[in-house]
Structures are given as structure tokens and as C-alpha cells.
């Protein structure tokens, strides 16, 4: 299990240029079901007082449980 600064860390190179994609464990009854979080030319939005682990594309703030992810890919 992952916690929040362990995952920024994982996705510290975010720049915009690279795609990144989670997939979460425990995703209602059949996680496959769900299927993976999938965002274009991602960006790590910068430690903010809510703490909370923050991805955006531009157009849209993704927020990410660190505790919930089950495996990601950055490319």
C-alpha cells in the first residue's frame, strides 16, 4: 500500500508531456469492472494545505486516494 508523499513522489516527473494511467484496487465488486483512470498529458498539481495527491490534464483536477492504488504507468 501506497501513502500520499510516496506517490507524489512516483509522479514527481509529470510534466504534461506523458500520459499516466491507475488503475485502483478495490474499485466496487470487480475492480477489472471499473477498468484503469486514464489521463492525457498529465501534470502533478504542487503540495497544497489539503493534502490531497492532485493530477490534472488542464481541464479537469483528478484527485488520487494513494492508499487505493493498486498499480500506474506513466508513459
Do not use: S
Request: some cysteine; aromatic content about 4%; hydrophobic content about 45%.
Amino acid at each position: 500500500m501506497m501513502n500520499a508523499e510516496q506517490l507524489r513522489k512516483a509522479l514527481h516527473e509529470l510534466n504534461g508531456e506523458r500520459d499516466l494511467t491507475i488503475v485502483f484496487a478495490g474499485a466496487g465488486e470487480a475492480p477489472e469492472a471499473a477498468g484503469p483512470c486514464r489521463v492525457r498529458r498529465a501534470m502533478l498539481i504542487p503540495h497544497e494545505d489539503d493534502h490531497l495527491v492532485k493530477v490534472t490534464d488542464g481541464q479537469a483536477v483528478f484527485i488520487v486516494d494513494a492508499e487505493r492504488v493498486a498499480w500506474l504507468k506513466i508513459g
